[in-house]
C-alpha cells in the first residue's frame, strides 16, 4: 500500500512538472469547430508578418492647391468689364476667356499697330525708290544704306507693336479679352460686369488652381517635431470625405515655426484625379514611424477582448481552427502588433470570427 502511495505522489509531481516546462502559447479552445460552406463565403482571412512596430502620429492640417501650379490673374489695362464668362469654383480650359473688358489702352494698341504697318509700307517704298535712283545714277551708295537704315527702325517698331498686341490677346477692336493661362478651378474671383477697372489696378481678379495634385499641409505641434522625418508614410482623410483614405508620404518640412500657434508644417504631395480632395478642406493625417522592436502583425479587426484578455481565431482548415489568446503591445489605424501568441504566417480570421470564438470558447 506505501509502495502504491509513493507511485501516485511521485506521477503527479511528474505531471506538475511537465505542466510548469511547457512555456509555448496553447490554444484555448478544446472543441472541435467545422466551418460551413455558407459561412466560408462570408469569412476573410489574413497572414500574420512580423515586421518593425509602428507608431501611429495624429495630426490636422489642410488640403492646399499646389502652389507651383497655383495662378494669379491681373488686368493688364483699365476699362469697363462687358461680360464675365467665369464664376468661382467654375473649371476652365487653358485659353477660355474669363472677361472681356472695353479699353481705350487697347484702341491706342492698335492704333499703334496700324502707325507702325504704315511706317514700314513707307521705308520699303523709300528703299525701293533709293535702289532705282542708285542704279541710274541719280543718287549715292550712302542715301540707299540710309534708306535700308530707316525701314530697319520701321521693322522693329512693327515687331514691337506685334508683341504688345500679342501679350495683351487683342484680336480686333478695342476689347481686352481674359484668358486663363492654365487649365483649373477658379478659386478666387473679384471682378463682375460694369465693374470699372483702373489701369493701375494692383488686386488680381482670378485666381485659377490646377488640382490634378494637391498638397497636404501637416501642421507639427513643437513637442512633435523631432518625431517627425522626410519619407515618413501617411494616411490622409478629410471632413469633405471621411469615409476615403489617401497614402502618402512628406516629401517636404518647412523649418519654420510660426510664432502664433508654436508649430512647424510639412508637405505630402497627393496625385487628385478625381477632384476627390478640395483645396482649404480640413484633413486628418496619420503619421508612421518604425520602432526599434519587432512584432507580429495583424489587422486590428481580427482581435477580440474579452473578460480583459485578447484573442484570435486561428485558421488551419475549414475543419480545423482554434482560438488563441494574444498580448497586444501596439496598434495603428489599421494593424494590432502582438509579442505572444503567434508567429509569422499564422492565418487569422478578420470578418465572421466572433461567432466561431463563441462556439470554441463559451
Not at 470699372?196 to 513637442?223: G, H, K, M, P, Y
Not at 496598434?331 to 499564422?346: F, N, R
Request: a neutral charge; proline letters at 2%; aromatic letters at 6%.
Amino acid at each position: 500500500m506505501q509502495i502504491q502511495k509513493t507511485i501516485l505522489i511521485a506521477g503527479a509531481l511528474l505531471l506538475f512538472s511537465c505542466s510548469q516546462n511547457n512555456t509555448e502559447p496553447q490554444s484555448v479552445s478544446t472543441k472541435s469547430f467545422v466551418i460551413s460552406d455558407t459561412m466560408m463565403k462570408t469569412i476573410r482571412v489574413a497572414e500574420a508578418t512580423k515586421e518593425y512596430v509602428k507608431e501611429e502620429l495624429k495630426f490636422f492640417g489642410k488640403i492646399s492647391a499646389d502652389k507651383n501650379q497655383y495662378i494669379d490673374i491681373y488686368p493688364l489695362v483699365g476699362g469697363n468689364v462687358l461680360s464675365v464668362s467665369a464664376e468661382l469654383g467654375d473649371f476652365v480650359k487653358k485659353g477660355q476667356v474669363l472677361a472681356t473688358i472695353r479699353s481705350t489702352e487697347i484702341a491706342g494698341f492698335q492704333k499703334d499697330l496700324s502707325t507702325a504697318k504704315t511706317d514700314v509700307a513707307i521705308a520699303e517704298n523709300n528703299l525701293r525708290v533709293a535702289q532705282e535712283l542708285y542704279a541710274g545714277k541719280l543718287n549715292t551708295e550712302k542715301d540707299v544704306q540710309e534708306a535700308n537704315s530707316q525701314l530697319k527702325k520701321a521693322q522693329d517698331e512693327l515687331n514691337r507693336t506685334k508683341s504688345v498686341n500679342e501679350v495683351y490677346n487683342i484680336k480686333k477692336g478695342n476689347i481686352y479679352y481674359v484668358t486663363s493661362p492654365i487649365s483649373g478651378y477658379v478659386v478666387q474671383k473679384d471682378i463682375n460686369k460694369g465693374m470699372e477697372l483702373r489701369s493701375d489696378r494692383s488686386d488680381n481678379i482670378f485666381d485659377i488652381a490646377n488640382t490634378n495634385q494637391v498638397w497636404v499641409i501637416v501642421n507639427i505641434a513643437e513637442s512633435d517635431i523631432s518625431k517627425i522625418s522626410l519619407g515618413m508614410k501617411a494616411e490622409i482623410s478629410t471632413l469633405a470625405n471621411p469615409d476615403q483614405v489617401f497614402s502618402g508620404q512628406i516629401d517636404k518640412i518647412f523649418k519654420v515655426i510660426n510664432p502664433e500657434t508654436n508649430s512647424m508644417q510639412a508637405r505630402i504631395v497627393l496625385d487628385n484625379p478625381t477632384g476627390a480632395l478640395i483645396p482649404e478642406s480640413k484633413a486628418t493625417i496619420n503619421v508612421y514611424r518604425n520602432m526599434d522592436q519587432q512584432a507580429v502583425a495583424i489587422p486590428k479587426e481580427a482581435v477580440i477582448f474579452e473578460d480583459n484578455r485578447y484573442f484570435v481565431v486561428v485558421y488551419r482548415s475549414q475543419k480545423e481552427v482554434a482560438v488563441k489568446e494574444v498580448k497586444p503591445i501596439a496598434q495603428t489605424g489599421k494593424l494590432a502588433y502582438v509579442s505572444e501568441g503567434l508567429e509569422a504566417g499564422d492565418q487569422v480570421i478578420t470578418s465572421g470570427q466572433l461567432l466561431i470564438f463563441r462556439a470554441l470558447h463559451q
